[in-house]
């Protein structure tokens, strides 16, 4: 089926059906990116002038009711228009604390960003609260405040953050008010007061005319004619590399277009860029729809690319459907395939272990790609955190997708709840796979591991690594990172210690680590997979740099279903100087029951959590156990205050030899 049908009579909208996501926002991107090659996925068989034929134009575009229209707002569940009433009278003729110069400085002068950013998203998510409260209760009441927050946010000098000035030609201080960048936080900013604008123009033009105005007038100017003006930001991927940015920024510039752009060439000429972006973001992709920036990314990666296909698609009444393109459904269902359990996914690279995605997006991604089971994973997920029972969430401030879940409520509650709990996945594009004893069940043991590269978006130093979960709790584990600082993404970055292989679940060879950059890869990778069990096998010894004086190194993971998870390792060396060691990370307690077995046992108290076994040869391997005191927030949050580091070394290290070691 084509994206584009023969049809070229102008839409008339339906009212909604729904479009995107709130969920949890970690990312603040890395500039390794993906390669992306040009291509006409998206603006094959269409024009600009097409498109002026098609798109519905900017004063009849209608995907949400608006503040005014009163019925429709009074439908959604009385709890949840009391909460988000409650959560507004908070901050009524609250103040809109205001960034200072110094305060942007901090991330240049100390690396730290998150002040800035903290002070930046509070008025943002001010702003939304207040909107939505005025939208629930329909009274006024709001407005004043409302129109504070976006002469506040319309006087700030730049809407991006501090971290994003690379983008302009001065390079990281203070933004040059001389030269419009825009990032992702600009475009997000963009596109909160464009709705802001959608939702409540009539009441603000009655009492405060020239707010419209200088909503059009800044929105135009930082971020529409700049957009359209510009092809040298990186993030359109007209360079040839693309990350998140791109459909994350394209899903708040599309909207800002739709809703405030007037004139009807500029507004066609827009929207053709737009698919032209787009399509560098999905021709970076394999047919298999895996994400190497991982899950948490998912949400600003996948799940922005849905918000822009939404978006397009009510603007021209499906005649933009890009739902049809088999890639674009593969990309939504990897956020199913990437859970494990509750709140744990296979979390390699920058990814957290414990992920949050929008409950409204995946339920809506899934019935657009008719996947039943996205669309329950969704209802799963809407359960989790308890969705119709409160106000509905969006972190820094983002209506476009507050709107969709609100209006798609009552449909994702109606929807029957359930995990996807496949048994087994494959992504040969990132290579990544994992394996459960059961589909459909948490019991047992779980096996997730990677060849890939160390050149991937987001990396680690990590070709080879993989994870243990049982009975859906974690065992042996991928740390994640470190809340981010202007280290993170600096020719620092490998000197952190969650980047480093020696810190994954990876040998360390003549006392050498993995090395950062696409050379240092896999190779001769091959995945299996039957009833009995999965295995994925690889040659990681290219992703050593030479001093490591690896001539091979065979790895090969594999899960017997029922039984056990099996780490055997094949090597021929050109020298041995510094010895091999192997790391395993793991969050629980550890102790060494006799020769050959330590028990990972729960640190939690949690009695359901039953004793897992590593299993190794006492006569080849001398173990220590290194405790790792956790400061870092970010981390906290996912494995409390505390993880281990097992030590195996092997007694004596041989030009060539192999062995096993054994979860079970």
Known sequence: MPLFPPTDRCP????????????????????????????????????AERLNRILAPASTWHPFPRAAERKDWMVLPATVRSAHI??????????????????????????????????????????????????????????????????????????????????????????????????LFAAETGALIAWTYYLLKDSLDARFPVVSERIRHEVQRRILSVNLERDDFWWMGFSGKVNNWNPWICSNWVAAVLILEENPTRRARSVYKILGCLDRFLSAYADDGGCDEGPTYWTRAGGSLFDCLELLHLATGGRINGFVNSRVGEIGRYIGRAHIQGPYYVNFADAAAKASPDPSTVFRYGKRINDSTMMAFGGYLAQIEQMGSGAVPGRFGVLGRVLPALFSLEDLLRT?????????????????????????????????????????????????????????????????????????FSADRYTIWTMQSAYHNLPTINGVQQKDGKEYTARDVHYTVGDTAA?????????????????????????????????????????????????????????????????LGDRSGNA??????????????????????????????????????????LKQPRIAGDFTVSIR
């Open 416 to 488: 029957r709840p359930a995990e996807p709990l496949l048994r087994d996945f494959w992504l040969p594009g990132v290579q990544v796979m994992g394996a459960r004893s059961s589909g459909g069940s948490t019991g047992g043991l779980y096996l997730a591991a990677q060849g890939g590269h160390n050149g991937e978006s987001h990396n680690h130093n990590d070709v080879g690594n993989f994870i243990v979960y049982a009975d859906g709790e974690p065992v042996i584990i991928d740390v994640g990172v470190e809340t981010y600082t202007a280290k993170t």
């Open 535 to 599: 295995t994925l096998s690889m040659d990681i010894a290219r992703a050593y740099s030479r001093e490591a004086g690896v001539r091979t190194w065979y790895r090969t993971l594999s899960l017997i279903r029922g039984r056990e998870v099996t780490v055997h390792d094949a090597y021929v060396l050109d020298t041995v100087q510094s010895g091999i060691r192997l790391t395993f990370m793991t969050n629980r307690k550890v102790s060494v029951e006799s020769p050959g077995t330590i028990i």
């Open 86 to 183: 409650r959560e507004g009278e908070k901050l009524l003729n609250a103040g809109w604390a205001a960034p200072r110069a110094t305060d942007f400085l901090e991330f240049v002068r100390t690396g730290d960003r998150s002040h800035y950013q903290n002070l930046s998203f509070g008025r943002r998510q001010q702003l939304a609260t207040l909107v939505l409260a005025e939208c629930m209760e329909g009274k006024g009441r709001f407005l004043d405040d409302i129109v504070n927050g976006v002469w506040a946010i319309s006087e700030e000098t730049f809407w991006g953050v501090p971290a994003h000035l690379s983008l302009q030609r001065k390079g990281f201080g203070l933004p040059d008010v001389t030269e419009p960048t825009v990032d």
């Open 12 to 47: 008339v909208n339906p009212f909604v059906s729904r479009i995107l996501t709130l969920g949890c926002l970690l990312a603040f991107v890395f500039p390794i990116t993906r390669a992306a090659q040009p291509g006409g996925i998206l603006s094959a068989g269409t024009s």
């Open 608 to 649: 359901r959590v039953r004793d897992v076994t590593l299993m190794f040869d006492p006569a080849l391997f001398a173990v220590d156990i290194e405790a790792i005191q956790i400061q870092d927030g970010q981390l906290k949050s996912s494995w409390g205050e505390r993880l281990e580091k097992i030590l195996l070394s």
